[in-house]
């Protein structure tokens, strides 16, 4: 059975600073591109960052590049999100997704409040 579990999220001030994580099992995670997606109150899903299977290619969205640094550690099955300079803006529910095959696995989600 496989399973994302995702930790990290909360309530932090504008400019401040989050990690989450994603621990996945019961999947070959080192052959697995992952992503995060978020979903703001009241909006779509929207895709945040993606890292290739072997970790050497990264990608963002816009908003995001420049603040935010997607990272794995295939040893640990490990997915991880840096966020800094947080914005109000990038409150929402954090999820991670793997994706291999057109097959798509999704964690519970973790919520990130960026408030004062």
């Known amino acids: ?15 401040g600073s989050l990690r989450l994580s994603c621990a996945a099992s019961g999947l070959s995670f080192e052959n697995h591109w992952m992503n995060w997606v978020r979903q703001a109150p009241g909006k779509g899903l929207e895709w945040v960052s993606a890292i290739h299977s072997g970790g050497d290619s990264t990608f963002y969205t816009n908003s995001v590049k420049g603040r935010f640094i997607i990272s794995r550690d295939n040893a640990k099955n490990t997915l991880y999100l840096r966020m800094n300079s947080l914005k109000p803006e990038d ?14 696995y999704w964690g519970q989600g973790t919520q990130v409040t960026v408030s004062s």
């Open 91 to 104: 409150t929402a529910v954090y999820y991670c997704n793997a994706r291999r095959g057109g097959v798509n």
């Open 1 to 15: 059975q496989v399973q994302l579990v995702e930790s990290g999220g909360g309530l932090v001030q504008p400019g």
